[in-house]
């Protein structure tokens, strides 16, 4: 099983950062080891600061479509990805850490790749109860769709491989004690996927 893991997808992320926007889908990957069932973030064990990113995840067969969906967490050690980022290094360091990826419940998905960006879905998430990102995947500057057609096109995709789609703005540090909410919604506010987490 492969993460794929695609980056500046919302506009606005893009702009928070300082980064430039991009005109193609970019991805980075994630080994299988980073993905972790705990209910508990260690935000203590990296030098820098650890920054949470929800987002929508696909889940594919084979033949890369999707099969289905939930919402998921790309957590990122700013300051290991900042150091690499001058000298065009890989940012592994920054994003391929013990746990650096958590899943919430996966939801069968049963239309197309395209219905992703009409069907209401959104994605929210709540540090101590608060909204700190929340956004509608119809919002994506470059959709699930497209993603996937570009995957299709050199990615040796196989069945049961994830693709984390990007992340809204509203990226943030997490501190110890911190309890950590992300939700996948429908078009009716019921949640179909959800995390629960708490940071030490």
């Not at 080994?31 to 929508?56: F, K, M, R, Y």
């Not at 290094?89 to 958590?102: D, H, M, Q, S, Y």
């Not at 899943?103 to 197309?112: M, R």
Request: charged fraction near 20%.
């Amino acid at each position: 099983m492969a993460m794929w893991c695609a980056i500046r997808t919302y506009a606005a992320h893009a702009d928070e950062l300082g980064n430039a926007r991009p005109t193609r889908p970019i991805f980075f990957t994630k080994p299988a080891g980073c993905l972790s069932t705990s209910n508990i973030v260690d935000v203590t064990g990296h030098d820098g600061e650890i920054h949470h990113e929800v987002e929508l995840v696909l889940k594919l067969c084979e033949g890369g479509e999707v099969t289905h969906v939930a919402v998921g967490l790309d957590l990122t050690d700013r300051a290991a990805q900042q150091e690499a980022r001058p000298e065009g290094l890989p940012w592994a360091r920054g994003k391929a850490f013990r746990g650096a990826a958590r899943l919430g419940g996966f939801v069968p998905w049963t239309q197309s790749v395209e219905g992703l960006s009409t069907s209401g879905l959104r994605l929210e998430l709540r540090i101590d109860g608060e909204v700190r990102q929340s956004a509608a995947i119809a919002s994506m500057s470059i959709p699930p769709s497209r993603l996937l057609d570009d995957l299709q096109d050199w990615a040796p995709l196989q069945d049961g491989d994830l693709v984390f789609t990007g992340t809204p703005s509203g990226v943030g540090q997490l501190h110890p004690g911190t309890h950590l909410e992300a939700v996948l919604m429908d078009d009716n506010s019921a949640v179909l996927s959800g995390l629960d987490l708490r940071c030490v």
